[in-house]
């Protein structure tokens, strides 16, 4: 399938022909840059290059040659981190994860890509389109001490988002992760992702994870490798843990019985880093599986179809059912 060839700005020496870009484009007239997890080229014209649903997460590959030592992009004012590629039978270049945020404007937005090679850089525009996203709208009736917080909650609460924000700030420079995404426990999904909650008559943010419903005590399991950077009991998400997998991925586990890991960390994909509880605001056992992408929230069920596939790989599908939820605001 032919791809729209890009807008272009160049501060390159005539030389600059090494870059793979440069040379598709003066030889066909098409810059092979890949969007695969289920992201089509958008029809009708050079504006409109990518499209994606709101929470999903588009896989960009730009080919290059080993001249290039670093590739980044700019969307939405998010800083989109480019690894090199290291797949079997796939050409030469740098691979990056477009996370799109459950509440991006629907629309088309500039993706910029910069690539360099010693002092030389050539810049890449493109267009990404934001689809709606069909998200449910949930009414809840709960107990007010199960939603509203009083004054020493409310502080409380307020410090722990200040940790999280602070321990997420500084992403890890390197790729943690590696090929096959697991999916940390095998129950009943609810596919409320995104969804946004009704309680008690209020609005609330919208649900930036996906709950698997589970038995106390089930085994939940690390969805890839990375480093533990909290490992934590809040008020809202309970017993939970933060693992960092490199270059601005997190994934989020909480309301857990027990925790299994300590902060700092190395684990590896499917290591069993806790046990499902109701730890938090819950009605009951159940675990919340999130996951940030460069500031992004996604839904953590779109690791699963990313094209880096390994030895291990996910437990099998899940049907959709009605497992206990989380309730309260939801921590980043």
Do not use: C
């Amino acid at each position: 399938m032919k791809v729209p060839e890009p807008r272009q700005t160049l501060r390159r020496s005539p030389e600059w022909s090494r870059v793979l870009l440069v040379a598709a484009v003066l030889s066909g007239g098409i810059l092979p840059l890949e969007l695969l997890l289920g992201a089509t080229p958008a029809a009708g014209g050079i504006e409109e290059h990518y499209r994606g649903k709101q929470g999903n997460i588009l896989v960009i590959k730009v080919p290059t040659d080993d001249t290039v030592t670093h590739v980044q992009g700019r969307f939405l004012g998010r800083t989109i981190s480019f690894f090199p590629e290291s797949r079997r039978d796939e050409s030469q270049g740098f691979v990056g994860l477009l996370g799109l945020d459950l509440q991006d404007e629907p629309g088309t937005h500039p993706l910029t890509v910069s690539v360099k090679s010693g002092e030389r850089t050539l810049t890449l525009n493109y267009s990404v389109v934001v689809v709606k996203e069909q998200f449910r709208v949930e009414h809840l009736k709960l107990p007010r001490d199960k939603v509203d917080l009083d004054e020493t909650g409310l502080a409380r609460w307020k410090a722990e988002q200040q940790l999280v924000q602070e321990a997420l700030a500084a992403d890890s420079q390197v790729r943690l992760w590696q090929s096959g995404f697991v999916e940390p426990v095998n129950g009943k999904r609810t596919g409320i992702f995104g969804s946004v909650r009704i309680m008690n008559g209020q609005p609330r943010n919208p649900h930036n994870g996906e709950d698997i419903g589970a038995p106390p005590g089930t085994d939940v399991a690390a969805t890839n490798d990375g480093v533990v950077r909290l490992a934590v009991d809040h008020i809202f998400s309970g017993k939970g843990v933060y693992l960092d997998h490199g270059l601005g991925f997190y994934s989020m586990y909480f309301h857990l019985s027990e925790l299994l890991v300590k902060e700092g960390e190395a684990v590896k994909a499917g290591q069993i880093i806790g046990k499902v509880g109701a730890t938090g605001r819950a009605t009951g056992p159940h675990l919340h599986w999130g996951v940030k992408l460069n500031g992004a929230r996604v839904n953590p069920y779109a690791l699963l179809d990313l094209p880096f596939k390994g030895v291990m790989e996910s437990a099998a599908p899940a049907p959709v059912g009605e497992p206990a939820a989380a309730v309260g605001a939801p921590a980043p």
